[in-house]
């Protein structure tokens, strides 16, 4: 029997230990994974930065563009093309990370890169378009008749950029609001997911309170019944003491009234 039982400490206390090294497997796994997501999250952040400040940059250098001309306009129209070539490798980084992130942090960082993504588009379409213009007045400049249209020709270009301008900061104010409505949408999603939990909660506490009713009721029918047998013991009882008093007179009477009355009629 000692044998017995010191082998089923043993195989208890080596139960632990495994269950033990399960658990702290499981949290070393757990932890890894979020201190992954962190870095992940940060260097996105970093690479959002850096974003923004070359692409900011990037825009007030476009809008130097309408005070150059000849040469000086067409390297600037090319150093930005490469500075938006640039932008675009970093999206591409921001795209394996949001590729490896998990789906809860992939949402934000998804939205924030398409909207990124969008901004740069618009931008190199407005290099595009700058350097076309470049083009066209390059060849222009060879046209004899160029000195009769070239105060309407720059007119119009003012013009142009003007209009791309306006056109710029409205797809600013739609990329923002786009961005605003993506955040609602995720806000919302929470607010649905935890309502869906306090759901699942509110539907527990009936089913409960539904057990609780039955075992109530349950409850009423068994003190019924002790209550009615306990009202059968009561009148059980008094007819065995009614019948035992009965019995106790007729033993009386036959025993000592009974002669008593004989001898006296004799």
């Known amino acids: 029997t000692s044998l017995i039982s010191v082998w089923s400490e043993k195989a208890f206390e080596s139960s632990k230990g495994s269950n033990y090294c399960i658990v702290a497997t499981c949290n070393s796994t757990s932890d890894q994974t979020r201190s992954l997501q962190r870095m992940a999250s940060n260097q996105f952040e970093q690479y959002e930065l850096e974003f923004t400040h070359k692409l900011t940059a990037l825009r007030q250098k476009t809008k130097s563009f309408a005070s150059l001309s000849g040469e000086r306009r067409k390297t600037a129209i090319q150093e930005a093309e490469a500075q938006a070539e640039g932008l675009r490798t970093i999206l591409n980084k921001m795209e394996n990370i ?11 960082m998804t939205t924030k890169l398409n909207g990124f993504s969008q901004d740069l588009t ?35 270009r003012q013009q142009v950029l003007q209009g791309t301008a306006r056109a710029q900061d409205t797809s600013d104010r739609l990329g923002n609001t786009n961005r605003l409505a993506a955040e609602s949408e995720q ?32 409850s009423r ?13 009561k009148i059980i009882l008094i007819m065995i003491i009614i019948v ?13 009234i009974g002669p008593l009355v004989n001898k006296k009629k004799n």
């Open 221 to 233: 029918k068994i003190l019924g019944s002790m209550g009615r047998r306990v009202v059968t013991n």
């Open 98 to 108: 949001v590729k490896n992130a998990s789906r809860e942090g992939s949402r934000k």
């Open 244 to 256: 035992l008093l009965i019995a106790n007179g007729l033993v009386v009477y036959f025993k000592w």
């Open 187 to 218: 806000i919302g999603i929470g607010i649905l997911s935890s309502m869906a939990s306090q759901r699942k909660q509110l539907e527990n506490a009936s089913a409960s309170l539904d057990q609780t009713d039955a075992n109530i009721t349950r």
């Open 122 to 156: 618009r931008l190199q379409r407005e290099l595009s378009t700058a350097s076309l213009m470049g083009n066209t007045t390059a060849t222009m400049n060879t046209n004899p008749y160029y000195d009769d249209y070239q105060n309407r020709e720059q007119d119009h």
